[in-house]
């Protein structure tokens, strides 16, 4: 089943893997009329093929990077977004490596990206992805292995 659950997160990553984000975020945010509407919000976000392999009910944690906290289901990740992508003129990531630790999968990205300003900013992203049923049900953001690891219980 881990082989699987790599596919599956790959299946998240690769649609837009090499894009830059901040168009495609921007254009879903600018397409909400109403954001009081949940279910709409929640079709519009589940629409897209990141979106796609998560449970509705997922849980996006970006409190370890000390941004935005903790995003409960598709309607929170959509807030999410819509916050982020203000922080951003441009944002594109390459995908590295993708690694199956049993219950998780960790990724390792890398990005390039310009701040508002145009500052610039290069990072390695790391992420803990976890799975039931064939569907994303949990994502962690941190800034390290070392941290991903350690918060799994497989730091060395």
Do not use: C
């Not at 279910?39 to 370890?64: G, H, K, L, T």
Request: glycine share 8%.
């Amino acid at each position: 089943m881990s082989q699987e659950n790599v596919e599956v997160v790959r299946s998240a990553n690769e649609p837009h893997s090499g894009e830059d984000m901040v168009p495609i975020i921007r254009e879903f945010v600018e397409g909400i009329t109403d954001w009081s509407d949940t279910d709409a919000v929640v079709a519009a976000a589940a629409s897209d093929p990141m979106v796609r392999p998560m449970r509705p009910d997922v849980e996006w944690d970006a409190s370890a990077i000390g941004v935005f906290g903790i995003a409960h289901g598709l309607y929170g990740l959509a807030l999410f977004w819509k916050e982020w992508v203000e922080m951003w003129e441009s944002y594109v990531y390459e995908m590295r490596e993708y690694r199956d630790l049993g219950d998780w999968v960790l990724t390792v990205n890398d990005a390039q990206a310009r701040g508002r300003g145009g500052i610039p900013v290069e990072t390695r992203a790391v992420q803990l992805w976890q799975l039931e049923d064939g569907k994303i049900v949990t994502v962690r953001l941190f800034g390290s292995e070392v941290e991903a690891l350690e918060a799994v219980g497989l730091a060395e």
